[in-house]
């Protein structure tokens, strides 16, 4: 069992790195502690949607809060690149996603 979940995480590894996505544990870090990266202040407003070709997509709720996602983006990717050291995605990018109604 060990064993296949090595060779599944080398799989992954090697599609992600044909995609430009990222390294596997950078990638696990910042959506499963992104209040820690970021700042609580940030991810208050804001979590990682997607990461693909150096750029993180960050999806908010509201438009206004978009907007403060997008000036704090330098603040963003500083904290990034202190954390992962080159690894990091260069760019970020910043979207509305309204939540979808249940009925």
């Known amino acids: ?3 296949d979940v090595e060779r599944l995480k080398v799989a992954l590894e090697k599609l992600l790195s044909r995609t430009q996505v990222g390294p596997l544990e950078v990638i696990k870090e910042i959506f499963s502690n992104w209040p820690e990266i970021a700042g ?3 991810a208050k407003f ?3 949607y997607t990461i693909l070709d150096g750029v993180l997509t960050l999806e908010t709720e509201d438009p206004g809060w978009a907007s403060q996602a997008k000036y704090l983006t330098p603040l ?6 202190e954390r992962f050291q080159g690894q ?16």
Do not use: G, Q, T
């Open 76 to 81: 963003v990717i500083s904290k990034l690149e």
């Open 46 to 48: 804001s979590k990682p």
């Open 1 to 3: 069992m060990e064993n």
């Open 88 to 103: 990091a995605p260069r760019v970020v990018k910043v979207v509305v996603r309204r939540p979808k109604n249940d009925f």
């Open 40 to 42: 609580k202040e940030i």
